[in-house]
T-cell receptor, first 114, second 116 residues
Framework: TQLLEQSPQFLSIQEGENLTVYCNSS?????LQWYRQEPGEGPVLLVT?????EVKKLKRLTFQFGDARKDSSLHITAAQPGDTGLYLC??????????????FGQGTILTVHP | DAGVIQSPRHEVTEMGQEVTLRCKPI?????LFWYRQTMMRGLELLIY????????DSGMPEDRFSAKMPNASFSTLKIQPSEPRDSAVYFC??????????????FGPGTRLLVL
């Protein structure tokens, strides 16, 4: 069974601070996705990283895929209250009997205080 | 596009009752996923379909759970009989297909189920 461990589980910071969320696995994934979920809604895809070592930027968010495609990180610069939410990483399988299946991490609940 | 539509949004029922959750995927999407989310276990994949055919149901917890996709625009997840430990938020998601590992899954708003 493939598992994704996310850390930290909870993060409470002040507006303007930087933060990093980590997603680690002992398994290799074809790609890795990051989602953001707000209360009462479903997760929404932020980014997909595919190549080992890949770095993608989305405004103040920077996503990195590990060289071995087993881990990923999400870094937020100068966090704002609007960044508050649940952040989920998900590994994508592109082969075998689990083709197309997403394995989600437990999530990181981020609270940014004004 | 209206996005993935789920009904009901909230369901409160008593233990032992049958519960049916419904999902309408985005038009043109060929793959449909059912997830369950709890604080303890996070977001878990229950079952997914491709072209209306179940591909992997290994996440379905027990025989009390069943899912169907009679056509490309409708799916149901049924729990019979329901138990308090089934209380969770159930999400349906759809995607264009499974062929592309960069495929985006679009989630519905979820059904919040409480079994008393």
């Amino acid at each position: 069974t493939q598992l994704l461990e996310q850390s930290p589980q909870f993060l409470s910071i002040q507006e303007g601070e930087n933060l990093t969320v980590y997603c680690n696995s002992s398994s290799v994934f074809s790609s890795l996705q990051w989602y953001r979920q707000e209360p009462g809604e479903g997760p929404v895809l932020l980014v997909t990283v595919v190549t080992g070592g890949e770095v993608k930027k989305l405004k103040r968010l920077t996503f990195q895929f590990g060289d071995a495609r087993k881990d990923s990180s999400l870094h937020i610069t100068a966090a704002q209250p609007g960044d508050t939410g649940l952040y989920l990483c998900a590994g994508v399988n592109a082969g075998g009997t689990s083709y197309g299946k997403l394995t989600f991490g437990q999530g990181t609940i981020l609270t940014v205080h004004p | 596009d209206a996005g993935v539509i789920q009904s009901p949004r909230h369901e409160v029922t008593e233990m032992g009752q049958e519960v049916t959750l419904r999902c309408k995927p985005i038009s043109g999407h060929n793959s449909l996923f059912w997830y369950r989310q709890t604080m303890m276990r996070g977001l878990e994949l229950l079952i997914y379909f491709n072209n209306n055919v179940p591909i992997d149901d290994s996440g379905m917890p027990e025989d009390r759970f069943s899912a169907k996709m009679p056509n490309a625009s409708f799916s149901t997840l049924k729990i019979q009989p329901s138990e308090p430990r089934d209380s969770a938020v159930y999400f349906c998601a759809s995607s264009l297909g499974l062929a592309n590992y960069q495929e985006t899954q679009y989630f519905g708003p979820g059904t919040r189920l409480l079994v008393l």
